[in-house]
């Protein structure tokens, strides 16, 4: 049987993960990033905080909303 191949990811800080998933759920990075990564679906929520803007998230969509994050 043939070895995998283990791929890392390095992300623009240059910050190596063993995962782009691991890279978007890290509970260090900015708030702008984690809150577009909610919203897109790639960041599974950490905390109460989170569940609770996920679902702010969820209805303005629902809505018809669009929403702009700006970083900081």
């Known amino acids: 049987m043939a070895d995998q191949i283990k791929t890392k990811f ?16 890290d509970p260090l990075l900015d708030t702008d990033l ?4 909610l919203g897109n679906g790639r960041r599974k929520p950490q905390n109460d905080f989170e569940r609770a803007l996920l679902k702010e998230i969820v209805e303005a969509h629902r809505q018809g909303k669009v929403l702009e994050i700006y970083p900081e």
């Open 34 to 37: 984690i809150q577009c990564y």
């Open 10 to 25: 390095k992300a623009p800080d240059g910050t190596l993960y063993d995962s782009i998933e691991d890279y978007y759920n």
